[in-house]
C-alpha cells in the first residue's frame, strides 16, 4: 500500500510567520504534489515536482514556494503566511500513470 | 477558466437507490477521467478511471461513463449506501502522460438512511 504522510494534521500559525508543511512518500514515486483545498473552490495545485531539486508551478505558486531535496520528501513553505492561506493542504504523490495517492492533509490556520 | 466543471454543488439520495454525479471538461486534449473520493479531514481516495478510448468502465457498484462528443462524464454508484456520503472530485489529464491533474469543484453526496 502506498503510504503519503504530512507531518501535521492541524496547524495554527500567526501573520507572518514562515511555515513548513512537510510530506513523505514510502513508495520511490518520482512525482510529487500540492493542493490546497477550500469550499466551493476544488483542489489547486500549487506546486508539482518530477524529480529531486526539480520544481513547477502549478496554478496558485504566488505566497509559496517548495523544497525537494531527497526523493521521498517534498517540502511546502510558506514565506510569509497570510489569513488568505488558512485552507487545507494536501499532498501526493505519483509513480506513473495518472493515479495520484493523497496524504491526509493539512489543516492550516493563519490567525 | 475552469477545464473540469462539476454544476452541482450538492446531492442527495435514499440509501439503495442510484446515484449519479455528473462532469463535464472543456479540453479536448483530456484522455484520462478520474473519480476521487474524499471525506472530511481526509485526504481524496482514487475511486475509479477511466481512458479515452473506453466509453464505460465498472467497478463493483461504480460505474463511470465516458461520451467523448458531449464532452461528458458521470459516476453511478448502485445501490447508494450512507457510507458513500462524501465530496466527490472529478478530474482529467491530458495527452503525453503530463504529470498534472485538473479538478472540479466536487459534489458532496449524501445518502439518506
Known amino acids: 500500500d502506498v503510504k503519503v504522510t504530512q507531518s501535521s494534521r492541524y496547524l495554527v500559525k500567526r501573520t507572518g510567520e514562515k511555515v513548513f508543511l512537510e510530506c513523505v512518500q514510502d513508495?520511490?514515486?518520482?512525482?510529487m504534489f500540492w493542493y490546497r483545498q477550500d469550499p466551493g473552490l476544488g483542489l489547486r495545485l500549487i506546486y508539482f515536482?518530477?524529480?529531486?531539486?526539480?520544481?513547477e508551478k502549478g496554478d496558485i505558486p504566488e505566497g509559496y514556494s517548495v523544497s525537494r531535496e531527497k526523493k521521498e520528501r517534498f517540502s511546502l513553505i510558506l514565506e510569509s503566511a497570510s489569513t488568505n492561506q488558512t485552507s487545507m493542504y494536501l499532498c501526493?504523490?505519483?509513480?506513473?500513470?495518472?493515479?495520484?495517492?493523497f496524504g491526509p492533509g493539512t489543516r492550516l490556520t493563519v490567525t | 477558466d475552469q477545464q473540469v466543471k462539476q454544476n452541482s454543488p450538492s446531492l442527495s439520495v435514499q440509501e439503495g437507490r442510484i446515484s449519479i454525479l455528473n462532469c463535464d471538461y472543456t479540453?479536448?486534449?483530456?484522455?484520462?477521467f478520474l473519480w476521487y473520493k474524499k471525506y472530511p479531514a481526509e485526504g481524496p481516495t482514487f475511486l475509479i478511471s477511466?481512458?479515452?478510448?473506453?466509453d464505460k468502465n465498472e467497478d463493483g457498484r461504480f460505474t463511470v461513463f465516458l461520451n467523448k462528443s458531449a464532452k461528458h462524464l458521470s459516476l453511478h454508484i448502485v445501490p447508494s449506501q450512507p457510507g458513500d456520503s462524501a465530496v466527490y472530485f472529478c478530474?482529467?489529464?491530458?495527452?503525453?502522460?503530463?504529470?498534472?491533474?485538473?479538478f472540479g469543484k466536487g459534489t458532496k453526496l449524501t445518502v439518506n438512511p
Open positions: 513508495m520511490d514515486h518520482e512525482n
Open positions: 478530474a482529467a489529464s491530458d495527452k503525453g502522460g503530463s504529470e498534472k491533474l485538473v
Open positions: 477511466i481512458s479515452s478510448i473506453k
Open positions: 479540453n479536448s486534449m483530456f484522455d484520462y
Open positions: 515536482s518530477y524529480d529531486v531539486k526539480m520544481k
Open positions: 501526493a504523490s505519483r509513480l506513473a500513470g495518472y493515479e495520484q495517492y
